[in-house]
Each structure stands twice: as structure tokens, then as C-alpha cells.
């Protein structure tokens, strides 16, 4: 399974851009990196998901290098809604399913005012 | 609207008891899973379920046991056997297997009293 590194804890301001980044230094093939976004006493949300270069949505962008052992949740223009814990996954998802996943203990984001 | 509900939200339960926790989904998926979360701790899977009348254990299925007679409900018993049963529960469903996302309820905490 690989494994992932990412920061305990980041501050920022609000209006600013966030970049959280994740190690996972023994990535396969077949896996691919996905974010979820948890609030205390909820249940984590799904953020992004992506293989290989740049995937973006309304909320994320989700950087992958050409080599794959790292990636980059960037999160624009922060709020202090967006003070949460944020855990980055790799797993191959689409031969093995979902329970072979690992949530570590995530970044905790704080923003500030 | 779509959506997995788990009940109750809040339970205590006196040393020695057994305690069920609720999860029902309908979104129409094939997979379910248990997860318990300690303070400042990512989630550790219990159980899933690929299938109905199946299940596996998962990383600390111990003093845990499940049930997955329809697709929809993926009931949790938290049995005495349990030593430290006071945690954040949390269910979750996804399809067996693609890319995508698991989707999380809100969680059941239990404290044992």
C-alpha cells in the first residue's frame, strides 16, 4: 500500500491560497490520489481525485507531477469554512475498491480572520 | 435526495452492554464500511461489505460484528467484547470498485458511561 506524508497542521488568512502537499514516495501504477475535507464530529467529504498532471473543480485544483510521488491540494481564496482536516489517499481504486484506503491523521487547516 | 443516514447521532451505553449503530443508504451501492475514529485520529476500518449476505474484516475488527442482509443497511454491534468501544462511528458506501468517491454519513458517537 502506499504510503502518504502530508504537513499535521497549517495556518493561513483568509483570501489566501492554501497548497497542502502530500508524499507518497511508493505510489503504484494503478493508484490514484484523492482528498477528502473533514469538519469535526462529520463525516470526511470528497474533494478531488486525479491520476496524472492537473485536475480542477469548482472548489480544488489537484497538481500531479510527471513522476507522481507527490501531489498538491490547492485551495483558492480560503474562508474560515475551510478550517478542517484534509487527508490525502492513494489506493488503486479501480481494481481493489475502496477498502484498501488508509486515512491517516490529515492536515488540520486553520484559517484565520 | 440521496445519501447514507446513520442513527442515533449520539448514544451511551453502560460497560458490559452490546449497542447497535444504524446505517442505511440509498444511493445504490454495492459497498459498505465501518470506520471508527478516535480525537485527533484518522479513521481505522472495521468492517465492509462488498455485496449483501457478505462482509470481511477489516483493520480492527475485534469486539465488532456486522451484518449486511440488504443492500441498503449495514448495521455495526459494538459487543462487551469491545475494550475501548467510546469513539466517532462512521459508515460509509461507494460502488465496488472505479474511481470516484466514498460517501460518508454523519456518525454516530458512542460513550460508554
Known amino acids: 500500500l502506499a504510503k502518504t506524508t502530508q504537513p499535521i497542521s497549517m495556518d493561513s488568512y483568509e483570501g489566501q491560497e492554501v497548497n497542502i502537499t502530500c508524499s507518497h514516495n511508493n505510489i503504484a501504477t494503478n493508484d490514484y490520489i484523492t482528498w477528502y475535507q473533514q ?6 467529504r470528497f474533494i478531488i481525485q486525479g491520476y496524472k498532471t492537473k485536475v480542477t473543480n469548482e472548489v480544488a485544483s489537484l497538481f500531479i507531477p510527471a513522476d507522481r510521488k507527490s501531489s498538491t491540494l490547492s485551495l483558492p481564496r480560503v474562508s474560515l469554512s475551510d478550517t478542517a482536516v484534509y487527508y490525502c489517499l492513494v489506493g488503486d481504486v479501480v481494481n481493489t475498491g475502496f ?15 | 435526495d440521496g445519501g447514507i443516514t446513520q442513527s442515533p447521532k449520539y448514544l451511551f451505553r453502560k460497560e458490559g452492554q452490546n449497542v447497535t449503530l444504524s446505517c442505511e443508504q440509498n444511493l445504490n451501492h454495492d459497498a459498505m464500511y465501518w470506520y471508527r475514529q478516535d480525537p485527533g485520529q484518522g479513521l481505522r476500518l472495521i468492517y465492509y461489505s ?4 457478505d462482509f470481511q474484516k477489516g483493520d480492527i475488527a475485534e469486539g465488532y460484528s456486522v ?10 454491534t459494538v459487543t462487551s467484547a469491545q475494550k475501548n468501544p467510546t469513539a466517532f462511528y462512521l459508515c460509509a458506501s461507494s460502488t465496488r470498485r472505479g474511481t470516484g468517491e466514498l460517501f460518508f454519513g454523519e456518525g454516530s458517537r458512542l460513550t460508554v458511561l
Open chain 1, 39 to 44: 469538519f469535526p464530529s462529520q463525516g470526511p
Open chain 2, 67 to 76: 451484518s449486511r442482509e440488504k443492500k441498503e443497511s449495514f448495521p455495526l
Open chain 2, 50 to 53: 462488498q455485496i449483501v449476505n
Open chain 1, 99 to 113: 477498502q484498501k484506503l488508509v486515512f491517516g491523521t490529515g492536515t488540520r487547516l486553520l484559517v484565520s480572520p
